[in-house]
């Protein structure tokens, strides 16, 4: 049988994500994605906002443990999906999955159960992995959902963040090609395109009709409408990520010279110089000072290069890092 010639679409699949405050209204803007919906109702409310749905919801499972524990939602998925027709899989919220994981971590840290900090975030950085690759796989629609909060940070300023730590966010990317946000403009609802893999990112949308009615299409438009083909290869992916609010505070970007594009190589004296004894003497910080020959130190030292892609700009970040941690 000879391969199938692949054809353009008028829009890419709606591989989306969506934040904002608790009750800003992402559940029921979820309610106007393409039909069937699969919910992975980890918040377990999405059945609140089914009489806004116009088609068939199905949930992942009937017992509501299989919504929130990412080995049975990969079972779940694997079991039922083939053959399944799905037009949308809506994992609401990607909070309540993963924050357990967190608090765990903390707290396994804070007790001293845990001494390694790559060992304690790591069933974090797993359980999103594994979720990730068992949603989208199978080729529908996703919308993934978080939260927006209003924290202070350590000189008591106000800060924006996510739910999702930003290092999260960074490995969710991979997977999506809008990031959405809810916001208030002119005292009506509306959404925010914060990021745009291929498009046109930064603009505003209104919630004219309510209840986000025929929104879905209405971003489409504004994003993919009128580009040729030219035009789309040239917008960066990293179109409308500089954003005021987009400046989570719990882990920081991935470190340049990660093959992304555009992109430049750290030079070799920003990179630790291992020797592979996994001494201190072996370490540096990206300002060349020497890491401590101390266990914890070390510990915490590779800590941070595991989650963030690069080494400490200094101690004073590292210690900074290990107080957002906690």
């Known amino acids: ?11 890419p699949p709606r591989l989306w994500s969506i934040e904002g405050y608790p009750g800003s209204g992402k559940s029921t803007f979820a309610a106007q994605m393409k039909t069937p919906i699969l919910a992975i109702d980890a918040d377990h409310r999405f059945r609140e906002i ?27 998925l694997a079991a039922n999906m083939p053959g399944a027709r799905v037009g949308t899989i809506v994992v609401d919220s990607l909070s309540a999955i993963l924050e357990p994981l967190i608090v765990k971590a903390m707290m ?8 390694n900090q790559m060992a304690a975030w790591s069933p974090k950085a797993l359980a999103m992995r594994q979720l990730q690759d ?9 919308l993934w959902i978080y939260h927006l909060r209003d924290i202070r ?36 609802r509306a959404v925010k395109v914060v990021w745009a893999r291929r498009g046109r990112a930064g603009m505003t949308i209104p919630d004219t009709a309510g209840n986000w009615a025929g929104m879905p299409a209405r971003i489409e438009a504004a994003v993919y409408d009128d580009l040729d083909a030219a035009r789309k290869q040239a917008i960066p992916p990293s179109q409308g990520e500089k954003s005021q609010v987009e400046k989570p505070q719990g882990e920081k970007q991935p470190a340049q010279g990660q093959g992304r594009p555009g992109q430049k190589e750290e030079p070799p004296e920003a990179r630790p110089a291992l020797d ?38 200094s101690l004073a970040e590292l210690r900074a890092w290990i107080r957002r941690q906690a």
């Open 276 to 313: 592979g004894s996994g001494k201190g003497a072996a370490l540096r910080y990206a300002d060349g000072s020497a890491v401590s020959s101390n266990p914890r130190a070390i510990a915490d030292y590779r800590a941070y290069e595991a989650a963030e892609g690069k080494p400490p700009a």
């Open 134 to 142: 068992a949603v989208t796989r199978w080729g529908t629609d996703v």
């Open 1 to 11: 049988m000879a391969f199938p010639e692949m054809q353009p679409w008028q829009y």
């Open 153 to 188: 940070d350590a000189n008591a300023r106000e800060q924006t963040t996510t739910s999702v730590t930003r290092t999260e966010l960074e490995r969710l990317k991979r997977s999506i090609n809008l990031r959405l946000r809810i916001v208030e403009q002119d005292g009506q």
């Open 108 to 115: 396994d840290k804070g007790t001293g159960k845990v001494r």
């Open 50 to 76: 089914l009489p806004l749905v116009e088609g068939r919801v199905y949930e992942l499972s009937k017992d509501p443990i299989d919504h929130i524990d990412t080995n049975r939602i990969v079972d779940a």
